[in-house]
């Protein structure tokens, strides 16, 4: 029998007659109203896999993870000794759609500290992951990411982890794909993604969510530790998915550009040792507006849209709320105070030091970058 859907206007639809392509394998949705409808989701959620959330004794996988937002209870730390979590949380409303977002960075890395038996297991650096979690913020977080170091946690080559790293990968599908309602109900969409997480010197964020379309997806996570820039991101995605996959596409996501010391819509060409005072050329920022279709405009660590202590938004009520004293993840916990006199400190960027205001100026929020954009 085919399927149909009545629309508002009562016009018959089957699935070939709507507006988009359904680039997978799946029933059409049942439930079809060309007319705009909201959905409630996550596209920024990590898992054990992250060696942040690890760090914090997380030990829900990306399975647990989509239980969780299809509504389901699970158990959070702390832990009993027999591995059982001492607390549990559950949502009201399951959600409509989530992607686990794991750090691509150190993946591999995880699962080596993580498993008893495997290589790098007794490693320095992961018995400290392990027995003092709070130093993987500095080993894996400060050091790990700013200098693109593995701390020779793997052989020589670092096959040891990139192979770890490629199992993880395929678990994460794996779950996307378990929890994906295919039928007709749609009541859920997983996909399948990742956190390409450059950090420039002292904590200046340009962390970017990868959201790809479908189940179509590179055979590996492209790491900041594999990809000097940004443009290197985007050739991944454009070599590896777009033109080597059938029905491969993504979606890159930046978040948190209240903390990147106004790097986040600078060049998308800063490496991990230079800024270039340029900006992009016209090939790039044709390139930045193909990939960045979405950005995430709040969240734990502050709004990302404006800021109501700048001359450009002082009067804006919509620009007074979830501000933080500090742009860059480095200046977090320094005890300044948004009414406080600002201050200047020394951050670093590579190959100068330069003083900044502790609070975040225009040039960090999204508002910004939509006007430089236009």
Known sequence: MMMIALTTQG????ADQRPYRITEEREPCAD???????????FHVHTA????????????????????ARGERIQI????????????????????FTAVTDHAEFLGEMRLCNQPGSPG????TCALHRHMPSMSFLT???YGMNMKKRWNLCDEDDTQCKTAAGDTWRDIQRAAEAAYDRSSDCEFTSFIGYEWTANIGAGLNLHHNVIFRNEQVPAHALSWLESPTQ?????????????????CDAVVIPHNSNLSGSLMFKSARISATQVPDAPDT???????ARWHRLFEMVQHKGASECDSRSAVWGADEFCDFELLDYDTFGGKDTGASASAPVRLVTRFVPDEHKPFTRLPDETNFLRYALKKGL
């Open 77 to 96: 730390q702390p832990y009993s000794d027999e591995d059982i979590g001492e607390r549990q949380i559950q949502i009201d409303r399951p959600l409509d």
């Open 121 to 124: 297991y007794w490693h320095p």
């Open 11 to 14: 016009q018959m639809l089957d």
């Open 231 to 247: 443009i290197d991101l985007w050739d991944y995605l454009d070599e590896e998915c777009v033109d080597a996959l059938d029905d």
């Open 32 to 42: 079809y109203t060309p007319q705009r409808r909201a959905y409630f989701g996550d």
């Open 282 to 288: 016209v090939d790039d920022a044709m390139r930045r």
């Open 140 to 142: 894996f977080g400060a």
């Open 49 to 68: 896999w992250s060696f942040d959330a690890s760090a914090q004794d997380t030990r829900n996988t990306p399975d647990d993870a989509y239980r969780f």
